[in-house]
């Protein structure tokens, strides 16, 4: 019985593991949380059929292989002050690798990434950024799952216009 | 060591269909009547008012939309655990994968989700349900048959730039304040 129990849990753990750390964040009535899921990328790709180059073309590849983004931010001290703690140890546990640092504005943005099907593809894209908008202070975790082509993932933050969103404009490719 | 197992598979099966047990066409039905909510059923033809000026293929979409129908639970100080028992429900009915969701926002007191039911190239049903643990829930439907994300977005706009005649919307704006 015991043996079974453990068993389960060893199976659920890591699904609870992976999830838990931010979900918690989403329920908070002092964090604003803003959740894309892949039906809805499904969805965007039969709405901008305007497809006759080659540029909107990658676009629609881009969002149709997006599996879901999800935005976090808080204007709380103490929210915030748990969000960076929690991306550190998510960021250490997670295997995630630092693709780029950006300090201007008195805001710092760290992107990580974990790598994808090959090297131009990334599997997930994590931003955590703190600042200030609009002379209050902020933090705001963003993360982006899916097949994610990281040299047109900045052309996102026209489509979505939330915190952080044209931060992302800032990802560039080598 | 077997029992727990039948009683696992039990609880699943139990759960899964549960959540095929009501819809939201369902939860509709039986509450358009009920007192704690207001109910609107609005056919899409009232919404809208004189739309010659519109074109063909804008008015082939307005065509594809049946109706518009709101749910609505004002919250007050007496019926808080009705609101948190009635919220929860929808929310499970919800949580069934023909509702799929598109995207949810929360914040504050506020919480709104969008949901379509149907195809990505012929929607059903759009789902709005919305939250606000000071004033109350809502969800609103919008049916129709076989409806073009591309074109819908399209009358969206032309609704924007003013050429959409919706003479029917003011009179509900008022009905709902």
Request: net charge negative; hydrophobic share 40%.
């Amino acid at each position: 019985m015991k043996k079974l129990t453990l068993a389960l849990l060893a199976l659920i753990l890591p699904f609870l593991g992976n999830a838990q750390n931010f979900d918690k964040y989403e329920s908070m009535k002092e964090v604003d949380a803003v959740v894309v899921t892949s039906k809805m990328f499904k969805l965007l790709t039969k709405i901008d059929l305007n497809a006759d180059d080659s540029e909107t073309q990658a676009y629609i590849d881009l969002i149709e292989n997006l599996k879901e983004m999800k935005v976090l931010s808080t204007t709380k001290d103490d929210i915030r002050k748990q969000m960076a703690a929690d991306v550190a140890s998510y960021i250490k546990k997670g295997s995630m690798e630092e693709l780029m640092r950006v300090s201007e504005d008195g805001k710092t943005v760290r992107f990580y990434y974990k790598p994808g099907k090959n090297d131009d593809y990334v599997s997930q894209l994590f931003m955590f950024m703190e600042g200030e908008e609009k002379n209050k202070p902020m933090s705001v975790i963003l993360n982006i799952t899916g097949e994610i082509n990281l040299a047109q993932v900045s052309k996102l933050a026209n489509d979505f216009k939330i915190p952080g969103g044209k931060e992302l404009e800032k990802v560039e490719t080598n | 060591m077997k029992r727990s197992v039948l009683i696992l598979v039990l609880l699943s099966l139990g759960v899964v269909s549960c959540n095929n047990e009501t819809t939201l066409q369902e939860f509709y039905v039986e509450h358009q009547n009920d007192n704690q909510y207001l109910a609107f059923d609005i056919p899409a033809s009232l919404l809208t008012g004189n739309n010659a000026s519109l074109s063909a293929e804008q008015k082939a979409t307005l065509e594809t939309i049946k109706k518009v129908n709101i749910l609505g639970f004002p919250l007050k100080e007496e019926n808080k655990d009705i609101y948190e028992a009635e919220k929860e429900r929808l929310a499970s009915i919800l949580k069934a994968d023909k509702y799929k969701q598109l995207i949810r926002y929360g914040g504050g007191t506020k919480k709104a989700e969008l949901y379509y039911l149907g195809e990505d190239d012929a929607i059903d049903e759009l789902i709005v349900f919305g939250s606000d643990d000071e004033k109350g829930f809502g969800i609103a439907r919008l049916t129709g048959n076989d409806m073009n994300p591309e074109s819908l977005i399209r009358l969206l706009r032309s609704f924007e730039e003013g050429e959409l005649d919706v003479s029917g919307l003011p009179q509900l704006n008022g009905f709902l304040d």
